[in-house]
């Protein structure tokens, strides 16, 4: 049976690949700050017949990161899938004249930090799989050439992140390791509609990024790719 890691679990785009993973017969670890308060992934793992282990892991928590990985020394992750991020509705604080550095740091440690520490702790797990595939939640807002919506602490940490993967890629590709960056567009979540225009359904979303990550080779691995198959430039 195929293993799936997904961090983020409790909702949204974490939710629907523990979802979508489960229905189509994977074993899914699915990781959250809070399982007693996550009945949504409660829910879905009760219903998924013993194919779903819930652990809680708050991914900036890099002891509970740590913690984790010793538990699962030996089982084997075929897909890790870091999910887990933030964004903020406080677009003024994220511009020049109001920046909120503080908010900022907390932005950078979710949303670079966290999904590097997290592949780094399991990376043996997925190198002794037989997908070995990492896949990040990006975003084209950390194109430097795509987007230029000015929210710095938001856009710095998704172009940081792209930019982690395409070493993370290159450094682990002797190991077979799989390394994709993904954006899954303005998807309809709690994150997705803090800004106007949300229009790309979670399932949709999920579907077309666990296709492209079946689809994924050693060809493919540094990418970055838009839900819908599209090449983002980088």
């Not at 629907?16 to 993973?21: D, G, I, S, T």
């Not at 809070?34 to 900036?60: I, N, Q």
């Not at 949300?198 to 949709?204: M, Y």
Request: glycine share 10%; net charge positive.
């Amino acid at each position: 049976m195929l293993t799936a890691l997904v961090t983020g679990s409790s909702r949204g785009l974490g939710l629907e690949f523990v979802k979508q993973y489960a229905a189509d017969g994977w074993s899914v670890i699915a990781t959250c700050r809070d399982p007693a308060k996550s009945p949504l992934l409660e829910r879905v793992a009760a219903g998924a017949t013993g194919r779903v282990a819930v652990e809680a892991m708050d991914v900036t928590d890099f002891g509970q990161v740590d913690r984790l990985a010793a538990k699962l020394k030996g089982t084997a992750i075929d897909v890790l899938v870091n999910n887990a991020g933030i964004a903020r509705d406080d677009v003024e604080r994220q511009r020049m004249g109001a920046m909120d550095y503080d908010g900022w740091l907390a932005l950078l440690k979710t949303n670079t930090l966290a999904p590097i520490k997290v592949a780094e702790a399991l990376m043996g797990n997925v190198a002794a799989s037989g997908k070995k595939t990492i896949a990040a939640i990006s975003s084209t807002v950390g194109s430097l050439v795509e987007m230029d919506y000015p929210v710095y602490p938001y856009a710095t940490s998704k172009a940081a992140l792209n930019k982690a993967l395409r070493l993370m890629a290159a450094q682990f590709r002797d190991r077979g390791v799989i390394v994709l960056a993904l954006c899954p567009g303005h998807a309809k979540t709690d994150m997705g509609n803090m800004a106007p225009g949300a229009s790309v359904e979670v399932d949709a979303s999920i579907a077309g990024m666990r296709k492209i990550i079946a689809g994924a080779t050693m060809a493919t691995s540094g990418s970055f790719t838009r839900w819908n198959g599209e090449k983002i430039s980088w």
